[in-house]
């Protein structure tokens, strides 16, 4: 491919996307120059697979598309492994002998690796975060305010059009999902990491459950806010 494009990368496992890039040539199929989270999902999926969402001559245009995209499967609630909003980088740009050599005396003496307290305090720091109804529309407006041309808004307008599925593709993704069941092993595990998780408990029933079910059935949505009980 000689144009710029925006591509996906899907689970071999269980065919979701978990990563939106933009690139050039066989950008798509490449393994090199990917984060960590990348390659964790890649060994654990055994694989992955990839789709062209859409394609263009201009550069630009496909990095405004990038973070559309991204943003568009965040806000459904898509698990992506950017490690960025997208948008950044442009093709040629190259680093130096002397910069290369000075980046990696900088990398081989920082210690990548995160100590049993770190990671207690992320898992915790991330445990039952709940996104307030003033936050979302916070997101939403920052999203809406973005700064692009006119005409290039109009352009990634018409073209985001594409990227919403067909009613028939719908339907395909519900037929292929039905009937799909989990092996012993698999759902060992999830028992196992849902009696692991911590338990949120709800100010006005004073019920502990998941974080999950908790932002589902109590705090705002309680049956009991607002009223009194013993």
């Not at 055994?46 to 245009?61: H, N, P, S, Y």
């Not at 759902?187 to 589902?216: F, T, Y």
Request: overall charge positive.
């Amino acid at each position: 491919m000689n144009r710029f494009y925006v591509y996906e990368h899907i689970r071999s496992d269980t065919g979701a996307v978990f990563y939106v890039g933009k690139g050039k040539g066989n950008r798509h199929s490449s393994k090199c120059n990917r984060n960590q989270y990348w390659h964790n999902v890649v060994n654990k999926a055994g694989g992955f697979d990839f789709r062209i969402v859409c394609e263009d001559k201009c550069e630009e245009l496909i990095l405004l598309a990038e973070m559309e995209k991204i943003s568009q499967l965040r806000s459904l609630g898509i698990k992506l492994v950017n490690v960025t909003d997208g948008g950044e980088g442009t093709t040629g740009l190259k680093h130096s002998e002397k910069s290369k050599r000075l980046m990696s005396e900088k990398l081989k003496g920082m210690s990548r690796k995160h100590t049993p307290e770190s990671i207690e305090k992320i898992r915790r720091a991330n445990t039952g975060i709940v996104f307030s109804d003033e936050r979302k529309e916070k997101l939403r407006q920052k999203a809406l305010n973005r700064k692009m041309p006119a005409h290039v808004r109009h352009i990634l307008d018409e073209r985001m059009k594409s990227f919403a599925h067909s009613e028939e593709t719908k339907k395909h993704l519900r037929q292929i999902n039905i009937g799909r069941k989990h092996t012993p092993e698999s759902l060992e595990k999830m028992s196992a990491w849902q009696k692991d998780r911590p338990k949120l408990v709800c100010p006005h029933c004073s019920k502990a459950s998941s974080a999950g079910n908790a932002r589902r059935w109590h705090f705002d949505n309680c049956k009991l806010k607002g009223k009194q009980h013993g």
